[in-house]
């Protein structure tokens, strides 16, 4: 059967979840075809090709993105069969089965993907689409190699700058799934503390194709690349021999940053150039509320050891919740200035601001703060809606991403948007404005990054 699977977004990336539903799909008899919307013109010719539809996605952005994508193909070919299938898929469920997608699979969606188009072609004599569905699938243990034949190009997607020079990037993902319960992360609501291994073999042999594709970095893009420390080291130990000049970075929690300290000299020694790590906040109040299992101090501590062992940390924020004060903004900026990480923070992360999903855990726990401020659900932005209990606050955040979203498009120096963003919040906080903050010779320099800056 003809199947077109579309991504929309995933964080700059070349995009696996495609890359890896398409080989499913092959392996069962279909023939598949790829587009990918950030790097790809819409293509009304290969909506008329389909005969179903399948878009993924694996986080906010790319929902957000995906309805008016699925609108588009409604309009286009009413009676084609359509389903959003990843991460975010539960979410708004209700809006989006019957009016936009017949069929909604979230969790390891391959299976059930799969299934979805055997029993279109099965049925395929047979008129209108099929009845709308949603399935949530865990049960998944074998993986398929991905058809990265299928994708766009590596030198369309974010590349490594360092030193200098940009380096193609590939995109990998050793597990998926989570064993925390972050209460304002998406993935518990869907694997519920679950975590599946994906098969080092497979791993290895995705990161042997993207290395014949071009790429001299890989990213391990799971949530939490510690969350099975052994496996993840075998996977490192093996692409390490196979490809010794081969560099990576992935993304691990303060609390497993610390817990797992004896893994770093190997992981140094390895190639990992730099971690993301989700500090979030300064304020250890709003830290527990968030479940997240570090303190600020532990989160300086991380800071401290990943350097220690050359590798750059690369912190992602959450300034703006509903119990944040405008002490708690500075407070966080000057972290990123006294711990000389101004050069290793996207200045969009000083603008993020708590989203709150349909099934977001945070409703689970009876929280004063939270159901004063809060209000109706933006089908939309696909969060309800919430105030800060200082006005202030929700002010600053406004005038933040303002100021982010034009330094950006202006290519602005990332020192120069830092010190603005601080300009802003001192002003906003009604503090007298400093003199000029001294950042530290090189702080911006030479540190490895991707050359897109991204957000869930």
């Given at each position: 059967m003809r199947t077109l699977l579309v991504s929309t977004y995933e964080l700059g990336h070349q995009p696996l979840h495609l890359a890896s539903p398409a080989a499913a799909l092959i392996e069962a008899g279909h023939e598949v075809r790829c587009l990918d919307l950030s790097v790809e013109p819409w293509s009304p010719e290969l909506v008329d090709w389909s005969e179903a539809v399948a878009i993924s996605v694996p986080m906010h952005t790319a929902m957000r993105l995906a309805l008016p994508a699925a609108r588009a193909v409604r309009r286009r070919r009413p009676e084609l069969p359509?389903?959003?299938?990843?991460?975010?898929?539960?979410?708004?469920?209700?809006?989006?089965?019957?009016?936009?997608?017949?069929r909604v699979i979230a969790g390891e969606y391959e299976p059930a993907l799969t299934g979805w188009v055997d029993a279109l072609a099965a049925r395929a004599e047979q008129s209108g689409p099929p009845a709308a569905r949603f399935e949530l699938r865990l049960d998944r243990t074998s993986f398929s190699l991905p058809a990265r034949?299928?994708?766009?190009?590596?030198?369309?997607?974010?590349?490594?700058?360092?030193?200098?020079?940009?380096?193609?990037?590939?995109?990998?993902?050793?597990?998926h799934g989570c064993r925390h319960r972050c209460r304002h992360c998406p993935l518990p609501a869907v694997y519920d503390g679950a975590l599946r291994v994906v098969g080092g073999d497979t791993v290895l042999g995705d990161v042997e194709q993207l290395v014949d594709l071009g790429a001299r970095h890989v990213t391990f893009g799971d949530p939490d690349f510690l969350n099975g420390p052994t496996h993840s080291l075998r996977v490192v130990r093996a692409v390490r021999e196979r490809f010794p000049e081969l560099t990576f970075d992935c993304t691990v929690k303060v609390e497993h940053v610390l817990r797992h300290a004896e893994l770093w000299p190997e992981l140094?020694?390895?190639?990992?150039?730099?971690?993301?790590?989700?500090?979030?906040?300064?304020?250890?109040d709003i830290l527990?509320?968030?479940?997240?299992?570090?303190?600020?101090?532990?989160a300086a501590a991380a800071v401290e050891l990943l350097r220690e062992h050359g590798i750059e940390p690369r912190p992602t924020f959450l300034p703006f919740t509903p119990w944040?004060?405008?002490?708690?903004?500075?407070?966080?900026?000057?972290?990123?200035?006294?711990?000389?990480?101004?050069?290793?923070?996207?200045?969009?992360?000083?603008?993020?601001?708590?989203?709150?999903?349909?099934?977001?855990?945070?409703?689970d726990r009876p929280d004063a703060t939270l159901r004063e401020g809060l209000g109706?659900?933006?089908?939309?932005?696909?969060?309800?809606?919430?105030?800060?209990?200082?006005?202030?606050?929700?002010?600053?955040?406004?005038?933040?991403?303002?100021?982010?979203?034009?330094?950006?498009?202006?290519?602005?120096?990332?020192?120069?948007?830092?010190?603005?963003?601080?300009?802003?919040?001192?002003?906003?906080?009604?503090?007298?404005?400093?003199?000029?903050?001294?950042?530290?010779?090189?702080?911006?320099?030479?540190?490895?990054?991707?050359?897109e800056p991204w957000f869930c």
């Amino acid at each position: 059967m003809r199947t077109l699977l579309v991504s929309t977004y995933e964080l700059g990336h070349q995009p696996l979840h495609l890359a890896s539903p398409a080989a499913a799909l092959i392996e069962a008899g279909h023939e598949v075809r790829c587009l990918d919307l950030s790097v790809e013109p819409w293509s009304p010719e290969l909506v008329d090709w389909s005969e179903a539809v399948a878009i993924s996605v694996p986080m906010h952005t790319a929902m957000r993105l995906a309805l008016p994508a699925a609108r588009a193909v409604r309009r286009r070919r009413p009676e084609l069969p359509i389903c959003l299938y990843g991460l975010y898929a539960p979410v708004s469920r209700d809006l989006t089965v019957g009016a936009v997608a017949d069929r909604v699979i979230a969790g390891e969606y391959e299976p059930a993907l799969t299934g979805w188009v055997d029993a279109l072609a099965a049925r395929a004599e047979q008129s209108g689409p099929p009845a709308a569905r949603f399935e949530l699938r865990l049960d998944r243990t074998s993986f398929s190699l991905p058809a990265r034949h299928l994708l766009p190009p590596l030198e369309r997607y974010a590349h490594l700058a360092l030193d200098g020079e940009e380096r193609a990037v590939g995109y990998v993902e050793a597990t998926h799934g989570c064993r925390h319960r972050c209460r304002h992360c998406p993935l518990p609501a869907v694997y519920d503390g679950a975590l599946r291994v994906v098969g080092g073999d497979t791993v290895l042999g995705d990161v042997e194709q993207l290395v014949d594709l071009g790429a001299r970095h890989v990213t391990f893009g799971d949530p939490d690349f510690l969350n099975g420390p052994t496996h993840s080291l075998r996977v490192v130990r093996a692409v390490r021999e196979r490809f010794p000049e081969l560099t990576f970075d992935c993304t691990v929690k303060v609390e497993h940053v610390l817990r797992h300290a004896e893994l770093w000299p190997e992981l140094a020694a390895s190639g990992c150039l730099f971690v993301v790590t989700a500090i979030e906040s300064l304020n250890d109040d709003i830290l527990a509320r968030l479940d997240k299992g570090h303190t600020a101090a532990e989160a300086a501590a991380a800071v401290e050891l990943l350097r220690e062992h050359g590798i750059e940390p690369r912190p992602t924020f959450l300034p703006f919740t509903p119990w944040t004060t405008l002490a708690d903004v500075l407070e966080l900026l000057d972290f990123v200035a006294r711990h000389d990480l101004v050069g290793n923070v996207d200045p969009v992360q000083y603008s993020l601001r708590l989203l709150l999903p349909e099934g977001s855990l945070l409703f689970d726990r009876p929280d004063a703060t939270l159901r004063e401020g809060l209000g109706d659900y933006d089908a939309e932005r696909l969060t309800y809606a919430w105030r800060a209990a200082d006005p202030m606050v929700d002010l600053l955040q406004a005038r933040l991403v303002a100021l982010t979203e034009q330094a950006a498009a202006a290519g602005e120096p990332g020192t120069e948007t830092f010190v603005r963003v601080r300009a802003a919040a001192l002003e906003v906080a009604g503090i007298e404005p400093e003199p000029a903050l001294a950042i530290p010779q090189g702080s911006t320099e030479g540190r490895p990054r991707l050359t897109e800056p991204w957000f869930c």
